[in-house]
């Protein structure tokens, strides 16, 4: 599978902008099917640093109502990863972080 295929989107939250400033932790949506082995290999790849460790986990569906009906909608379920990178690399994916 494609490096860029593996790693689909950052995911930008207050706490993943304090883990990326302050431990070098930075948190990715990653293809369901891809391994932490892959994983490792294919953001050493795409954003050119050393990965120290990964952790992967499977977030779980969410079901919400529209306002004002009856009708809900459930939302998928999706993989993220969080990425410990070496000491003294940094990303710029958060703009100045």
Known sequence: MNPYE???RPVDTEKTRFLASEQGKYTFEVHPGANKIELKRAFEEVFDVDVVNVHVMIMPAKSTRL???R???RRS???KAIFTVAEGQRLDIFGGV
């Open 6 to 8: 593996m790693i689909l």
């Open 67 to 69: 306002r004002g009906r």
């Open 71 to 73: 009708r809900s909608i």
């Open 77 to 79: 379920p999706w993989k």
